[in-house]
């Protein structure tokens, strides 16, 4: 008979999306060392799926089925897990185990929306009871990016982008995501970054915008000051750039700090185009849809849980 520590206690399932940045303008350094900015983040049908389960010992134990993902100290969702410990007595041990779909260091925001899974899965295990304005709180300890998973798919960045406006705008639209063969840290392309030679603001937001075509409109009108240092650091993202223009998107942008790369199409984009321009393994290709009117993270259904709060759509193809 197994022994009670070998048997999970409570089991939470979640999908957490991806995102990519509409626009992302640097205001300036502030004096905390971080860069003021202004960013419109939209989560896209690109998901990992992460289990939760408690267990009687073992401490934080992470797995995945991705051989670069780190599962120590240094992983965000480990940060959470090991900070749950300050709101509550009781011992955390947890099995987390990550289904990765989301690329590594592209700027897609996988590593924030992994941790904001973890955020909602530690106050559900541990009974922290923690209200939403102290989840958030929380998340902007964590990363700068991990306040926006907290709520739905569409929201407006200020601050280091943690301070969250909610906002609703047009999605109907198809995208081609396309991650290089190398990945870049944040660090290492704000470090690049000559604020001399970068536009601090495009004037662009998207909020309460829902004509199709005056959401292009604004959408050809935005920027990513970041591309520059992006593209100086990683010249195939350059390449795609281009190569996603040539096949008529109404604009190709890096996403976050790259240097992953989108363009967005008003029709499904060829992905058999997209697979022999980017054939080999290292590249990665993916057919999105953004996602509206519902949550960035959610709570999927278990056989233990009953209750399903996913059912979200999921349009996406690796080239590798």
């Not at 008979?1 to 350094?29: C, E, H, T, W, Y």
């Not at 990550?98 to 996988?110: F, H, S």
């Not at 280091?160 to 660090?187: H, N, Q």
């Not at 470090?191 to 536009?199: I, Y």
Request: net charge neutral; with cysteine.
């Amino acid at each position: 008979m197994a022994g009670v520590s070998d048997v999970p206690m409570k089991q939470l399932v979640f999908r957490a999306a991806a995102k990519i940045n509409l626009n992302l303008d640097v205001l300036g350094r502030r004096a905390d060392g971080y860069h003021e900015l202004f960013t419109t983040f939209q989560a896209i049908d690109l998901f990992d799926t992460l289990t939760f389960e408690k267990t009687g010992s073992g401490g934080i134990q992470i797995a995945s089925n991705h051989p670069e993902f780190p599962t120590g100290p240094e992983n965000l969702i480990y940060r959470v897990f090991a900070q749950a410990g300050r709101n509550t007595t009781e011992p955390i041990n947890v099995r987390v185990t990550v289904d990765k779909r989301i690329p590594i260091a592209a700027g897609l925001g996988g590593g924030s929306a992994d941790a904001a899974a973890a955020l909602f899965a530690a106050n559900a295990l541990y009974s922290l009871s923690l209200t939403g304005s102290q989840l958030h709180d929380w998340a902007g300890e964590i990363g700068a990016d991990v306040p926006f998973f907290l709520g739905n798919a569409q929201a407006e960045g200020r601050g280091r982008g943690d301070a969250i406006t909610p906002v609703e705008f047009y999605a109907d639209y198809w995208l081609a995501v396309i991650k290089p063969a190398v990945g870049l840290s944040t660090a290492e392309v704000y470090r690049a970054l000559d604020l001399g030679l970068t536009k601090r603001e495009s004037g662009v937001n998207f909020a309460g915008c829902r004509d199709r075509e005056d959401f292009f409109s604004r959408l050809v009108r935005a920027q990513n000051a970041l591309t520059a240092p992006v593209i100086r650091l990683c010249p195939e993202a350059g390449c795609a750039l281009r190569f996603l223009e040539e096949q008529g998107s109404v604009a190709a942008r890096v996403t976050g700090s790259g240097p992953c790369v989108f363009g967005i199409f008003r029709d499904t984009p060829n992905l058999g185009e997209l697979r022999r321009a980017f054939p080999t393994a290292e590249w990665q290709v993916f057919v999105c849809r953004p996602l509206a009117g519902q949550a960035a993270v959610g709570q999927e259904s278990t056989d233990r849980q009953g209750a399903d709060r996913g059912n979200h759509r999921s349009a996406h193809y690796s080239a590798g």
